[in-house]
């Protein structure tokens, strides 16, 4: 099993930036892609970015240009910065494994504010 712990989250203003970071532990060997997630109150799970193991990246269309995801291996930990905040980037984001073939693990998530 891998577990994941998400750090970095808190209160922002418009246009600020934060640094998001996710340690993995427990069977590291297995993580393939890592993940980027955000859900808002009263709104859908959203994959925010999303990393392979070979470094390849993609965005959802509402953070490209502004976010930036990476990993450091040797660390085992996920990272998103975050810049141009806006007030809809508020939600708790959560970091989230692919783990070959067994099941995906999840964070319990930090929560990004951002005012206006």
């Known amino acids: 099993q891998v577990q994941l712990v998400e750090s970095g989250g808190g209160l922002v203003q418009a246009g600020g930036s934060l640094r998001l970071s996710c340690a993995a532990s427990?069977?590291?060997?297995?993580?393939?892609?890592m993940r980027w997630y955000r859900q808002a109150p009263g709104k859908q799970r959203e994959l925010v970015a999303v990393?392979?193991?070979?470094?390849?990246?993609n965005y959802a269309d509402s953070v490209k240009g502004r976010f930036t995801i990476s990993r450091d291996n040797a660390k085992n930990t996920l990272y998103l910065q975050m810049n141009s905040l806006k007030p809809e980037d508020t939600a708790v984001y959560l970091c989230n494994t692919d783990n070959r073939g067994f099941l995906d693990s999840w964070g319990p998530g930090t929560q990004v504010t951002v005012s206006s």
């Open positions: 990393i392979t193991s070979g470094g390849s990246t």
């Open positions: 427990g069977n590291i060997y297995r993580i393939n892609a």
